[in-house]
């Protein structure tokens, strides 16, 4: 009687030494959530991220659920147009308000999580289903990202705004689902409780990737001596945002055919421009952006006869917001000699990144304020100069060598900033010849580097 119980679990032991020697068959990713992310911004660099990272991931995984979480007030689900088609992603959402259930609070989901998780280690057979939806989604998970809004990983906007934006992270953390940290920049925190933070959450992750060298060191500090997440080099995720088919009535008959001269881009910050007219401006620069702006498209115009300006919004904000680069363009135009003024056009109604993106792929020569409308030239190969008002700029031109078509607005001055942009005008075949080849490239690096992340894991987690 002894003999075969003990048979029995000699053969039990060897049939589970077999199955764990057994190699396990890769597992494809079924559920994906991704945090950070907002189809439904103002900002719309925040919407070119989003919808750069859904096209991305159903281009590695096309039969995975894709669930957003993220702080917003409504749970229904949301449309992202990509490119051409409209892809409608479910919504998981929280709030940041104590008057709403337990389950739907952003600032307790992440304690929540930890209790269940701790609760089904000691008990594994109690386990039930969460009651918070957000939990639920995280633990059926295979595969987590996260992207902070674009803003960059750093309290620089405040530790609250910085705490706020890793609740999500944390969450996923707490639930035993990791995240990656999706190409983004990252800056040492200015605060001793920033910095604390920022070193907890990179060095609980997955993998982090970082979208210049700079933010690749400083990721590298964050994440803490072995055992720690791989630090990776990623360009931007909206270098491979897909285009987008533009209105017919969004441009002027003027600019729709190559007739004429060259088509020069103009992506006004309306932020920047408004700021100009405050009583105290909340831009210290050296560089005075609303004349700037203004001069630089005279001069553009009286250089050339036959030039032709397209202004490009980049922000879908209510009328009479700081924000509203629309009304920033029109006011251009408005202020422009009326010889001049014929010669300059406003992209009217276009809200979608795949559109804009597309009509900025228009232009022979391009001048972006904001740093996603440059990334949508230099992605197409479209000679562009930018104007950064933040160091992120710096970061996404060193990536396609383009640093020396960069102005500081923080530091450099009116006159040689126009003298930059003339020269770089006369200069556009040949960056163009020189950024083809590097925008290819950086694109084929953003989709490889996707393709591994979201390759079939056998440990997803």
Not at 26 to 47: K, N, Y
Not at 149 to 154: D, E, L, S
Not at 361 to 387: K, N, T, Y
């Amino acid at each position: 009687m002894g003999n075969r119980r003990f048979g029995k679990i000699e053969r039990d032991a060897a049939s589970n030494s077999a199955q764990m020697n057994r190699p396990l068959a890769p597992q494809t990713h079924t559920s994906i959530c991704l945090m950070g992310v907002a189809l439904d911004s103002g900002d719309l660099g925040v919407v070119a991220l989003s919808v750069a990272t859904i096209a991305l991931v159903r281009e590695c995984c096309p039969d995975a659920r894709i669930r957003l979480l993220i702080e917003h007030p409504s749970a229904e689900s949301q449309i992202a147009r990509v490119g051409d088609e409209d892809v409608s992603v479910d919504v998981v959402n929280a709030r940041l308000n104590f008057r709403k259930p337990l389950r739907e609070n952003l600032l307790l989901i992440p304690l929540i999580a930890l209790c269940r998780r701790l609760c089904g280690k000691m008990n594994r057979e109690s386990e039930k289903p969460s009651r918070s939806r957000w939990i639920e989604e995280l633990r059926q998970a295979t595969w987590v990202g996260e992207l902070q809004g674009g803003n960059g990983f750093t309290d620089e906007g405040g530790f609250w705004n910085f705490f706020a934006g890793c609740l999500p992270t944390l969450s996923a953390i707490a639930a035993g689902r990791p995240p990656y940290m999706l190409p983004q920049s990252y800056a040492p925190s200015q605060r001793a409780p920033g910095r604390a933070l920022a070193r907890f959450v990179a060095s609980r992750t997955r993998g982090i990737l970082a979208r210049d060298l700079p933010s690749v060191q400083v990721a590298i500090a964050m994440a803490g001596r072995f055992p720690a997440p791989p630090v990776e080099f990623c360009p931007d995720v909206t270098f491979a945002l897909p285009t987008g088919t533009v209105p017919s009535d969004a441009l002027d008959s003027a600019l729709s055919g190559k007739n004429g001269g060259p088509l020069i881009g103009l992506n006004v910050n309306g932020g920047l421009y408004n700021d100009g007219f405050a009583k105290k401006p909340l831009f210290q620069g050296s560089l005075d952006y609303t004349g700037f702006v203004l001069e630089a498209a005279r001069a553009l115009l009286e250089g050339d006869p036959t030039a032709r300006l397209l202004l490009i919004p980049h922000t879908a904000v209510p009328a009479g917001h700081i924000e509203n680069d629309f009304e920033a363009c029109e006011h251009l135009i408005a202020a422009l000699p009326e010889a001049l003024r014929k010669r300059a056009h406003t992209l009217r109604g276009v809200t979608d990144p795949c559109q804009i993106k597309s009509a900025i792929g228009r232009c022979d020569f391009f001048i972006a304020s904001r740093l996603h409308a440059a990334i949508a030239a230099l992605s197409q190969g479209v000679p562009c100069v930018g104007i950064a008002d933040t160091w992120q700029f710096e970061g996404i031109f060193t990536t396609v060598e383009m640093r020396e078509c960069l102005i500081d607005a923080r530091y450099d001055e009116g006159a040689s900033a126009l003298r930059l942009i003339l020269q770089k005008l006369r200069e556009r075949n040949a960056l163009r010849e020189k950024l083809r080849p590097l925008a290819e490239e950086t694109q084929k690096r953003v989709r490889g580097t996707f393709a591994a992340l979201l390759a079939p894991s056998r440990r997803p987690f």
